[in-house]
Structures are given as C-alpha cells and as structure tokens.
C-alpha cells in the first residue's frame, strides 16, 4: 500500500538505517525513499 507521493529520509545506512530502509521498501510504505551517508559506498550499495 504504497502512499502515492510521500517521500521518507533515512539518514545513516549503518545497521539500523538499512535495516529501516529495506523494511520501508519491502512494505510499500513510501514513493521516494532517500539514503542519507557519510560514507558514499554505503549508500550506493
């Protein structure tokens, strides 16, 4: 149940963040998701 054009901010990719981000995803909760990271190669993968 995606919810159209809501957009969600995930800073910090470490554990929890990915974490976060991968159940925002698996769940449809958002349209945008946006990975926040010091670390770039964090973010990209």
Known sequence: ???GR???AVIG???VGSTL???IVSNQL???L???D???KKVWA
Do not use: F, Q
């Open 1 to 3: 149940m995606a919810l």
């Open 6 to 8: 809501t957009k969600v």
């Open 13 to 15: 990719c470490g554990s």
């Open 21 to 23: 981000a991968y159940n």
């Open 30 to 32: 958002c349209g945008e």
């Open 34 to 36: 946006l990975l926040i």
């Open 38 to 40: 010091v670390n770039k």
